[in-house]
C-alpha cells in the first residue's frame, strides 16, 4: 500500500508539510512489529514447560503468568502514548522494542520463579509495540491510508500468532522454551536498529507539543469505538485458552496437530481476507462490526454442538470470517476517530481498552471452565457478541423504519 495524497495527515513535518510513508516504509514497520511479537506470542503457551525448571513443578501459576504482561502492557499504555506525543513516536517506539529486548534477556536468564516474574511484569512495562507502531503510522497517515496500514498490523499479529508457536515448539529440542527468551531478545534488537532508518513522522518537538494539546475540532467521539473494542476482544479471547481441551472432549483422539490448525484456523482467514474484507467495508464500518458480532456468536455458539472435524473446520470457519469483519472494521473506525486526535494518546487508551478486555475474557473463561467445563467460555463468548451485535445493528433499523402516519378524515 501507498500513502496517497488524502491518506496523509495534515499535521506534521518539520517545515508544515507532512512526513508521508511510502508502501515499503509502512510494511517496515508491520514487519518490526511481526518479528519483536514472536517471543511475547510464542513462549506463553510453553509455561506449563517452563515452570518447572524455576520451582513450580506443577505449573500451577501458569494461568496467572499468563495474563501479567497484559495486565502491566494495559497499565502503562496511555502513558507511554502521551509521552509519544510529546517527545515523537519514533523515540517511543524505538523504546518499546528495546524494552521488549531487554524484558526478554532478563527471562531468559532468570533463575528462580521470583525473577521469572519481574522479567514478564517489566515486559508488560517496557513493551507495548502495538500501540507505539499504531501510532507512529497514525502520526503520518489518515483515512483509508490508516485503516488500511491498521489491517496490515492486525495481519502481523495474526501471522506471528499462528507462526511463533510453531517455531518455538521446533526448537525446543535443541534449546528449552525457558532459554528460548533470550535468544529471541534478538528480534526486537534487530527492529530497532531497522527502526532507526525511518523517519519521523509527526514534526517537531514544538509542533507534537502543540498537536497534542490542540486537537481537531472535528474529533469523532471514542465511546463507541472503545465498547466494541472491550466486547470484540472479551468474546473471541475468551474461546482461547481452552479451546483444545473442547476439541479434544468433543472429537475424542484428535491429534495435537490437528488441535492446533483447528486453532489457527480463524487467524488465517484474517491474513488470507483482510484486505479485500477492508475495500468493502472502508466507508461502512458499523455494518461490518455489527456481521462480525453476528458471525462470532454463531461460530462460537456452534463450538459445544460439533461433534466431528468437518463441523469443528466450519465453525471455526465461521468465527474466522467474525474475526476478519471485526478487526478490520476496527481499524477503520479506529482511523476515522484519530483525525483530530494525538496519535500516541489515543492508541494508548484503546491498547488499555483492548488488553483489559483480554485480561477479562481470560477470567472469565478460567471461571466458567471451572463451574461448567471447557464450552462454558465459548457460550459466554457467544452471548456477548451477541448482545453487541444487537446493541449495534437495533438503533440502525429503528433510524430507517418508516414512520407511520395516519391521517384521519373528517367527513361532513
Known sequence: MSATAEGVRTTGGAEGRPTALGRRQVHAVAGCYFVASFAALGLPPYLTEILPELGDETARWAGLLY???????ALGAPLWGRLADRFGRKRLLLRAQLG?????LLAGWAESLAA????????????GTFAASNGYLAAALEGPGLSKALTL????????????????????????PHRQYALLAVLPLAAAVMLCLLPEPGGTPAA??????????E????????????????STVISFPYLIALVEDRIPGVSPAVSGVLFALPHLCYLLCAMQVHDRFVGR????????????????????????????????????IGLTLGLVCLSVLAADCAKGRSPGGMFGSLEFVSKGGAVAA?????????????????????????????????PALFRRSPRIRVRIRWSP
Open 285 to 320: 464500518p458499523r455494518l461490518g462490526i455489527a456481521l462480525g458480532f453476528g458471525c462470532i456468536a454463531l461460530g462460537l455458539a456452534g463450538h459445544p454442538l460439533a461433534g466431528s472435524l468437518a463441523a469443528f473446520t466450519a465453525v471455526r470457519l465461521l468465527l474466522g
Open 153 to 176: 498490523m492486525q495481519g502481523s499479529a495474526r501471522a506471528a500468532l499462528v507462526a511463533a508457536p510453531i517455531v518455538v515448539g521446533a526448537l525446543s529440542p535443541w534449546i528449552s
Open 100 to 104: 521488549l529486548a531487554v524484558a526478554f
Open 362 to 394: 481470560g477470567l472469565a473463561a478460567a471461571a466458567g471452565n471451572s463451574l461448567l467445563g471447557p464450552a462454558a467460555p465459548v457460550l459466554t463468548g457467544t452471548a456477548v457478541a451477541l448482545g453487541t451485535a444487537g446493541a449495534i445493528a437495533l
Open 116 to 127: 521469572f516474574t519481574a522479567a514478564l511484569v517489566l515486559q508488560g512495562i517496557l513493551g
Open 67 to 73: 495474563v501479567v504482561p497484559t495486565v502491566f502492557g
Open 219 to 234: 474529533a469523532k467521539p471514542l465511546r463507541a469505538l472503545f465498547v466494541y473494542e472491550f466486547t470484540f476482544v472479551f
Open 208 to 217: 507534537l507539543a502543540s498537536e497534542a494539546v490542540v486537537p481537531l475540532a
